[in-house]
């Protein structure tokens, strides 16, 4: 009976182990291999103009912090910004994770980006950027972008 | 004993949640108190030029990303990035959280800054930035700056 009783035991400890052990799981190889996947799919999105495929990289409530403006929160917003992205000639965006961290299902990543912009009629610009950006898991085990923030690497004009 | 042996179950099943409960614990109403709490106290360390102050706030392997310049990672070298804020005439950082989130030991929080400089012998210059900042939950439940990223509000000349 000593037997069962710890047997009992266990099984208890495990099986809570087991119903909490989700919330804890951060995998931060799987998770970066995820968040770059991700990452490509958007630059793909950018390359192809196609709107919806960038928006479809954001939550619904995600907030985007661009260098130039204020913050701006929520994917109708942001869906106003990459139209405004589109129409100065923003042609391509080449990431570069640098690092990903995190927990349960909040990831930070620090990365790089080179931007192409080649408005019509005129030579393509080339700018670096680097960024901070929070993503969330979805319930189907993919990254969406909650929080995105950039900056410049050249020092700025006035500053 | 079958009550003993429910008990012995349940005794199992709490201790194993009570052992996981910590790293699921994210009461986003006291992350953002601890926050605001840890802001504070950047604040005064900078109004009172006290660069261990300022430091004491970030990780060691914290890292800063200024709008102007690379990607700057480890105390040394953001210890180097407050010398030169305070030889420029930092006197003054006023935060205002408007979101925390996060899960786990990860939080973020999305806020804005008003920031007063002022060069030794000149007036002195007003800014704004926007900021996002990755804090890690400290073994004694202090919050601490893991990844530092701003922006400043108004249009950049010449991008």
């Known amino acids: 009976m000593k037997h069962f009783i710890a047997a009992m035991f266990v099984m208890g400890f495990s099986l809570a182990q087991f119903s909490c052990s989700k919330p804890e799981t951060f995998n931060e190889a799987e998770v970066r291999k995820s968040i770059e996947e991700a990452c490509a799919k958007y ?4 390359q192809e103009g196609n709107l919806a495929g960038v928006l479809a990289e954001y939550t619904d409530d995600a907030t985007a912090i661009p260098p130039d403006g204020e913050i701006i929160k929520g994917k109708q ?10 129409q100065i000639g923003m042609k391509e965006i080449v990431f ?25 009629g005129q030579a393509a610009i080339q700018d670096s950027t680097k960024y901070l950006v929070i993503w969330k898991r979805q319930p189907d085990d993919t990254w969406k972008v909650h929080v995105d923030i950039w900056n410049f690497s050249l020092p700025m004009a006035g500053k």
């Not at 994770?97 to 080649?118: C, H, L, M």
């Open 77 to 86: 917003a942001i869906e106003e910004l990459y139209k405004k992205f589109f």
């Open 43 to 46: 630059s793909k999105a950018i």
């Open 96 to 120: 570069t994770t640098i690092e990903v961290g995190g927990s349960g299902d909040t990831a930070y990543e620090i990365g790089k980006t080179k931007v192409r912009i080649q408005p019509v």
